[in-house]
């Protein structure tokens, strides 16, 4: 089993759509959790930290369930530069800052 | 400027030959990494330094070495590339003076390499 688990879509929708992602983790010491974008052929950059109470950047919503171990990304009224893969990241409740990739949700929005 | 640089941004090599890529950044971060990915399989860590000095192998470091020349430099190395190394490599820094921000990596542009 993976140790991050996502949907790799993809996720078709028109502009102005909500769409939620979803994403498991397997390692309950998991420690600090992460939303990255990355577009085609380029480098993921850090979209949100998710924080335990759930936390929101403009259209951009994230929630976490530790309970569940699972961790989700809501978008709201999606546009078309929101089309990339979305990574799941988790780190290890360790020193070593090591990070654990979700393969990724890739979403595309038409117009 | 990009805080985090790669070179080379493209590579194609045969197999036997001797890779070396580089990275460097000016975050000031004290730690660094090197990821390979590949499609359907997410990014993998094949090494990662908290300072110069300190050199510790990722989930898939058979294959490669490393070299942490200076705080800003990392290094990655393939002494005899093998088709099954073809991949997108990605450089990323943390920061562990940034308390529980300390986590975030930042990566760089990525070196796509294809051995034949």
């Known amino acids: 089993r993976k140790e991050v688990e996502q949907d790799p879509g993809p996720f078709n929708v028109p502009e102005g759509a909500t769409v939620a992602f979803n994403c498991t983790y397997s390692?309950?010491?998991?420690?600090?959790f992460f939303w990255y974008r990355q577009d085609c052929r380029k480098e993921p950059k850090l979209l949100m930290s998710?924080?335990?109470s759930g936390n929101e950047d403009g259209r951009f919503t994230a929630q976490l369930n530790r309970a569940s171990q699972y961790i989700s990304l809501l978008i709201r009224d999606s546009k078309l530069s929101d089309s990339a893969t979305y990574l799941c990241v988790v780190n290890m409740r360790d020193s070593s800052y090591k990070l654990i990739f979700g393969s990724g949700t890739r979403l595309l929005v038409r117009p | 400027d990009a805080d985090v640089t790669q070179t080379p941004r493209n590579r194609i090599t045969k197999t036997g030959k001797r890779i070396m890529l580089e990275c460097s950044q000016t975050k000031g971060h004290d730690r660094m990494y090197w990821y390979r990915q590949d499609p359907g399989l997410g990014l993998r860590l094949i090494y990662y330094?908290?300072?110069?000095?300190?050199?510790n192998k990722g989930e898939i470091s058979d294959g490669y070495s490393v070299s942490r020349q200076a705080q800003a430099k990392f290094s990655l190395s393939l002494e005899s590339a093998i088709p099954n190394q073809t991949a997108l490599y990605f450089c990323a820094t943390s920061d562990s003076y940034a308390g529980t921000s300390g986590a975030k990596q930042f990566f760089g542009p990525g070196t796509r390499l294809t051995v034949l």
């Open positions: 998710v924080y335990s």
């Open positions: 390692n309950s010491a998991s420690q600090s």
């Open positions: 330094s908290f300072d110069v000095k300190d050199i």
